[in-house]
């Protein structure tokens, strides 16, 4: 899985089987398609489901990751 844990405007913090894990910039409208984009998309061994989490609640996203 990959995820991506905003926190409260600052950072967004994308962590699971994608390239480039680690924090990216906030930018008020940003796609999760933009943050997996910018963080390399994901790796040869993710799953392709997206997870998102919120003040401590997952979602599962309705979308998957289609490979580059």
């Keep these: 899985h990959a995820w991506a844990r ?3 405007g600052g950072p967004i ?3 699971g089987a994608i390239e480039e894990p680690g ?3 906030y930018a008020p409208g940003i796609t999760l ?3 997996i ?3 390399g998309g994901p790796t040869e ?3 392709r489901r ?3 989490t919120r003040g401590g609640q997952r ?3 309705g979308r998957r990751i289609c490979p580059a």
Excluded: D, G
Aim: net charge positive; proline share 12%.
């Design 33 to 35: 398609s933009t943050v």
């Design 23 to 25: 924090p990216l910039p």
């Design 37 to 39: 984009r910018l963080a």
């Design 6 to 8: 905003p926190a409260s």
């Design 59 to 61: 979602f599962r996203s």
């Design 50 to 52: 997206i997870v998102v």
């Design 45 to 47: 061994m993710a799953n």
């Design 13 to 15: 913090e994308v962590i």
